[in-house]
């Protein structure tokens, strides 16, 4: 009988040791895409020593850099919702809908 507890209490501890590796690997996700995202942005900035620039005479997009100046955006619909039995609603666009945007947005590169 004490055999029989010992090999419960073998499995309880595979479980245990199993859950605490995938905690880990769950843990660790972030970091590890962190580490692949700053890879490919020093693969896209790479600079060549040859031709003296940056590859492609431009650095990866960082949303940091981008200004935005006077911009309004307008939408101009008509909406029709009509209610149903059982609280069901239904919801349809009449006529031509329209959007518009102005305003200027400017990248601007990164300062080294």
């Known amino acids: 009988m004490l055999r029989l507890l010992r090999k419960g209490q073998s499995t309880a501890e595979y479980a245990i040791v199993i859950g605490l590796v995938i905690g880990a690997a769950v843990a660790m996700q972030i970091y590890v895409k962190r580490g692949l995202q700053a890879k490919m942005k020093q693969a896209v900035d790479y600079n060549d020593p040859a031709s ?14 981008m ?23 239904e919801r349809s666009i009449e006529g031509e809908e329209v959007s518009s945007r102005t305003g200027t947005q400017t990248i601007l590169a990164p300062t080294p």
């Open 52 to 65: 003296g620039h940056i590859l492609g005479g431009l650095s990866q997009y960082e949303p940091e850099y």
């Open 67 to 89: 200004t935005t100046t006077n911009m309004v955006s307008a939408r101009d619909a008509t909406e029709k919702i009509k209610t149903t039995a059982g609280g069901g609603v």
